[in-house]
């Protein structure tokens, strides 16, 4: 069961990408000295300036608010699954769906995350490392969802 293990790790990645974003939108960490400026905190920098525009938000709610109810979602769920499939045999087989559900959830994120990749390079002209570590992780979720349906 090495892939929920991955899962987990991953969706922790995530969920720190996630809340980090969250706050920043919120301006909870705008100029906080504790802050590394590698992580884009300051007032003014590109990833400030990412989260200023419509590309952030789906129907007004930010994209790293929907991301943070994604990686706890995947997180509860990695969690769960390293202990009931080691016990029961029926919980397993009745897990299926759920992982095909799981597996076809996560394809969305990527999706999206095509269209924000190119928004950010062809539109608003930002290179956002810590955006492009959100969309590898969510592809990287898919890859592993995928291949623990099967």
Not at 45 to 52: E, F, H
Not at 111 to 123: D, P
Request: with cysteine; aromatic share 12%; proline share 5%.
């Amino acid at each position: 069961m090495a892939l929920p293990v991955l899962i987990v790790i991953l969706a922790i990645a995530g969920l720190a990408d996630a809340l980090y974003f969250t706050f920043a939108y919120y301006g909870r960490i705008k100029k906080a000295p504790w802050v590394p400026e590698i992580l884009c905190a300051r007032e003014g920098s590109k990833c400030v300036t990412v989260l200023q525009t419509p590309y952030a938000r789906v129907l007004g709610v930010p994209n790293s608010l929907l991301g943070i109810i994604y990686y706890l979602l995947l997180l509860g769920w990695g969690l769960a699954a390293r202990r009931l499939y080691a016990y029961d045999v029926t919980v397993y087989a009745l897990a299926l769906p759920l992982r095909w559900v799981l597996a076809a959830g996560s394809a969305m994120p990527v999706i999206v995350g095509f269209h924000l990749i190119h928004a950010l390079r062809q539109k608003l002209h930002i290179a956002c490392p810590l955006c492009y570590t959100a969309h590898a992780i969510n592809a990287a979720l898919f890859v592993l969802l995928i291949v623990f349906a099967f």
